[in-house]
């Protein structure tokens, strides 16, 4: 079974200019999420799809961020303008809703913003 | 919102030795309780979850425990190997389609020889 793939995996861009990351999860997999992984901690939810509808957005800085998965399969995460402190590795999981909650997690893409 | 708490942030045990995480949560409505292992610049890995309908949970050499009651949950890892050198994230959700993982702030865990 493949896994969740990612891209970029790197990512170096100036403050205030925008930034797209790609993200295709486990085949059949209905549920998708985004998380900031920012240096020393934990995994923050960001945006989390089912299917391809907004479940829950709360923790999303709308004002820069945005998200997308059209057709219910890819998904893609922008930033823009970005902030220095957007720094972090961004992290795309996925699970197959009503078989338990397992979230596999991609590799992720390592964002740095000078 | 659901909070975590984990503890220790950072651990050391000798090859062999027995080590210890602890987690607690603040929704009483949490019911799945996963544990994630992140080597460096790696992704997290499931390695154990636990729901709410049993007390404990073992697969080889770890274990988690849970008391509903008290709301905390623990990782424990037997007879560790310097391949256990990791960062460990506890976790809490409510089941439903909003499954929504809250992690905690991670333990860093180090196993020397």
């Known amino acids: 079974e493949a896994g969740v793939a990612q891209s970029p995996r790197y990512k170096i861009i100036e403050k205030r200019q925008s930034v797209a990351f790609w993200c295709n999860p486990i085949s059949g997999h209905a549920t998708l999420y985004w998380y900031q992984q920012i240096l020393g901690q934990g995994p923050k939810l960001l945006i989390q799809f089912q299917n391809n509808g907004v479940v829950d957005d709360s923790q999303l800085p709308k004002d820069r961020f945005s998200a997308e998965r059209l057709k219910g399969v890819d998904s893609t995460l922008k930033i823009q303008p970005a902030k220095l402190e957007d720094s972090a590795v961004y992290l795309c999981?996925?699970?197959?809703?009503?078989?338990?909650?397992?979230?596999?997690f991609g590799p992720g893409t390592r964002l740095t913003v000078t | 919102g659901e909070n975590v708490e984990q503890h220790p942030s950072t651990l050391s045990v000798q090859e062999g030795d027995s080590a210890v995480i602890k987690c607690t949560y603040s929704d009483s409505a949490s019911n799945y309780f996963p544990w994630y292992k992140q080597e460096l610049g790696k992704r997290p890995q499931l390695i154990i979850d636990i729901r709410s309908n049993v007390g404990e949970k073992k697969d080889q050499r770890i274990a988690v425990t849970l008391n509903k009651t008290a709301k905390h949950f623990s990782l424990h890892i037997t007879e560790t190997q310097p391949e256990d050198s990791a960062v460990y994230f506890c976790a809490a959700s409510s089941t439903g389609t909003a499954s929504k993982l809250t992690f905690g702030t991670g333990t860093r865990l180090q196993v020397t020889l």
């Open positions: 999981a996925s699970s197959f809703a009503g078989r338990g909650h397992e979230q596999y």
